[in-house]
């Protein structure tokens, strides 16, 4: 089945500076590659997602790439703020027909 | 709450006793899943179903127990086989059609006392 492996466990940045959360996978059909954000105690929320017929998708301070030959995906924040402080999960799937397999998290820490 | 509701926020277990955890959502999403979360472990699934009167085990399933009688609906039971049930419990739904992400409940944290 599916492994998603994901880097670094925490991430300490300063405000105004990027951040980059790396992942990857090991079933080379997976398609699908969402990113979420959740901050303690909270569910968690979906913030961006990538298909494997693109390489890279934006929306605002917030990119993900994709390299399916690598089997590799990455988040960037750009010009982080302390409300981007959380735990990031990203997970893969195979379309809508199979569950989501997620990385073990992401603490980032935003220091303003 | 977002669409899909878990109840409760809070749920204490004692050795020996099953609990249930409540995922009711009016998103009219077909597939629903449960997970569980501990600390550094990020989500891991326990069961999840795709159709009504429909289920199937996912990584962590022993000790765990589902149903699917309403489209709505998909109880969690942690059962007294489950040696180590105190974590927090996400159940999350999915919908066809552009999306495959998924909406999450706001989370059952389960303690055994």
């Known amino acids: 089945g599916e492994n998603v492996e994901q880097h670094p466990s925490t991430l300490s940045v300063q405000e105004g500076d990027s951040a980059v959360i790396k992942c990857t996978y090991s079933d080379s059909a997976s398609n699908y590659f969402p990113w979420y954000k959740q901050e303690l105690g909270k569910r968690p929320q979906l913030i961006i997602d990538i298909r494997s017929n693109v390489g890279e998708k934006k929306d605002q301070r917030i990119a993900v790439t994709l390299n399916k030959t690598a089997k590799h995906f990455s988040l960037h924040i750009t010009e982080t703020q302390p409300e981007d402080s959380a735990v990031y999960f990203c997970a893969a799937s195979l379309s809508g027909n199979t569950p989501l397999v997620f990385g073990k998290g992401t603490r980032l820490s935003v220091i303003a | 709450d977002g669409g899909i509701t878990q109840s409760p926020k809070y749920l204490f277990r004692k050795e020996g006793q099953n609990v249930t955890l409540s995922c009711e959502q009016n998103?009219?999403?077909?597939?629903m899943y449960w997970y569980r979360q501990d600390p550094g472990q990020g989500l891991r699934l326990i069961y999840y179903?795709?159709?009504?009167?429909?289920?199937q085990k996912g990584d962590i399933a022993e000790g765990y127990s589902v149903s699917r009688e309403k489209k709505e609906s998909f109880p969690l039971t942690v059962t007294s086989a489950q040696k180590n049930p105190t974590a927090f419990y996400l159940c999350?739904?999915?919908?066809?059609?552009?999306?495959?992400?998924?909406?999450f409940g706001s989370g059952t944290r389960l303690t055994v006392v």
């Open positions: 998103l009219n999403h077909d597939a």
């Open positions: 999350a739904s999915r919908g066809q059609g552009q999306s495959y992400g998924y909406t």
């Open positions: 179903s795709q159709i009504v009167n429909d289920f």
